[in-house]
Structure formats: C-alpha cells, structure tokens
C-alpha cells in the first residue's frame, strides 16, 4: 500500500530564509508525486510534480522538489522564503495508471517570521 | 488547464438535515471522482471513489448511508451528507483525474461544511 510520511508537523522559518520540506514515500513502483499547498480555509493548489524524467522539479512561486529514489523522498525546497508562504504543505504520491486516488501525508505547517 | 468546480464553497446546516455537494468536472469527462474529507488541522482523507454509471465505493469506516454518492454523468458528481450531525462538520473536496488517467489529479475548491 501507498503511504507518505511527512516527519515535520510545523516548521518556523525566518524570511528570507532557505526551506526544505521533508517528504518519504512508500510505494512499490515508480509513483507520481506531488506537492500541494493550502491556505486556511482554501483548496489545494500544486506546487509541483514528478511523473518521470530529470528528477529535480521545478514548480510555481520559485518552489523545486527533487525525486530521489534510492531514499524514497521527494523534499520540497525555496531558497528564499517569503511572508505569504506561510501555509499548510501537503506531499502525495499517485499510482501509475490511473482511476486511482492520491495519498497525502499529514501535512506540514509553515509559519514565517520576520 | 482542466478544472473542476465544486459547490457549494461553504454551508451551514441544521442537525437532521441534509446538504448536497457537487463536483463538475468543466473541460473533460471523469469516469471517476474521488471524495475526501479534512479534518481541521489534519489532512485529506479518502472517503470514496464515485464511478459514472455505477454504485461508488467507500472507504472502510465510511457509512454509505449517510454519504451519498451518486455520479449521474461524465461531468457530475454529487455527495450527500444525510441526516447531518455536527461532527459531520468538515472540509469536503472532490477530485477527478481527466479520462480516467492519473496524469494529474485536479481538485474542487473544496466545501466548507458547518452542522449546528
């Protein structure tokens, strides 16, 4: 079965600062995955995904992911943070084939200090 | 890109009524849809996969008669939260993959459901 573990449940970053958020797969295939992010009360809106090729992946608002597979992580990064990234970071991985759902991991909490 | 529209975006309901949620698919058919439910400060949960044309499945520990889904055509489908309690009270979101494929998964606003 598919799962998704994301270790940090919140972290606190000062602006400007770089960001890694931490993100370990399990599937028994090569997966799709994806980054979401959620403001309060909003929907998920992509960041990114990785379905196959160059295994670092650029997304919107200047975020990357890198696939890593010998690890079994896809870390999300920015190199510098900015107030309106504080929100809820949600990683999830996808089946090859479709008509299946994704999975999330439980997210991760961003907050950004000046 | 395709999208899908989801509505209501919120809803306050009184205990013992019942409240219906759409997911629209706009641009493409989806033979299926997918339903989840977030908890506040928890993350996306499935509760069930809707199929056109055929009865949906749930996920363990979700009551079929209380949740409702019905997927009447390629572009529609619907969640039914019956006879609502207010634990009921959750954050609903569809998604569909386009014709069936995961090749990405795009997701309804969402539907901030309220039960007092």
């Known amino acids: 079965a598919q799962s998704v573990t994301q270790p940090d449940i919140h972290i606190t970053v000062s602006e400007g600062a770089s960001l890694e958020l931490r993100c370990n797969y399990s599937?028994?295939?090569?997966?799709?995955l994806f980054w979401y992010v959620q403001s309060p009360g909003q929907g998920l809106q992509l960041l990114l995904k990785y379905f196959s090729g160059d295994t670092l992946v650029q997304g919107i608002k200047g975020f990357e992911a890198e696939f890593k597979r010998s690890q079994s992580s896809f870390n999300l990064r920015k190199p510098s943070v900015h107030w309106s990234d504080a929100a809820e970071y949600f990683c999830a991985v996808g089946a090859q084939g479709g008509n299946t759902p994704l999975v999330f991991g439980k997210g991760t909490r961003l907050s950004v200090i000046a | 890109g395709a999208v899908v529209s989801q509505h209501p975006s919120w809803v306050i309901c009184k205990s013992g009524t019942s409240v219906k949620i759409e997911c629209r698919s706009l641009d493409f058919q989806a033979t299926t849809m997918f339903w989840y439910r977030q908890f506040p400060k928890q993350s996306l949960m499935l509760m069930a996969t809707?199929?056109?044309?055929?009865?949906?499945?749930?996920e363990q520990g979700v009551e079929k008669d209380k949740f409702l889904i019905n997927h009447a055509s390629l572009t529609l489908s619907t969640l039914t939260v019956t006879s609502a309690h207010p634990e009921d009270s959750s954050f609903y979101i569809c998604?569909?993959?386009?014709?069936?494929?995961?090749?990405?998964?795009?997701f309804g606003q969402g539907t901030r459901l309220t039960v007092v």
């Open positions: 809707s199929n056109e044309g055929s009865k949906a499945t749930y």
């Open positions: 998604s569909a993959p386009p014709g069936g494929r995961l090749i990405e998964a795009f």
């Open positions: 599937y028994g295939a090569t997966p799709y």
